[in-house]
């Protein structure tokens, strides 16, 4: 059984930085992508990035291009985020997700989450 879990998240204040941990476990056999999403009060779980293994290709939404990077340690079996030039519209729980054939790698597992708040 694959599990995610996440951490990194926590406050911090508009133009600020975080870096987000998703480590997984429990593969047993090679992973086809991982991707995070996050979800704001009152709001849909979007897609911001994905990274798919075989390629290398890394996607994002636009209002992330430029100030997240996804990036993973595959001695570690973890996934990164990146958050750079926060704002407070970052603000939401933050969650990862892997092996899914939706947008952003949705649709398999995913992690139980971790809060990320930008003040202004």
């Known amino acids: 059984q694959v599990q995610l879990v996440e951490s990194g998240g926590g406050s911090v204040q508009a133009g600020g930085s975080l870096r987000l941990s998703c480590a997984a476990s429990g593969y047993t056999g090679s992973r086809y992508c991982m991707g995070w999403f996050r979800q704001g009060s009152g709001k849909e779980r979007e897609g911001i990035a994905a990274?798919?293994?075989?390629?290398?290709?890394?996607y994002y939404t636009a209002s992330v291009k430029g100030r997240f990077t996804i990036s993973q340690d595959n001695t570690k079996n973890t996934l990164y985020l990146q958050m750079n030039s926060l704002k407070p519209e970052d603000t939401a729980m933050y969650y990862c997700a892997a092996d899914g054939r939706g947008d952003y790698c949705s649709g398999a597992y995913w992690g139980q989450g971790t809060q990320v708040t930008v003040s202004s």
């Open positions: 990274l798919y293994f075989g390629s290398g290709r890394t």
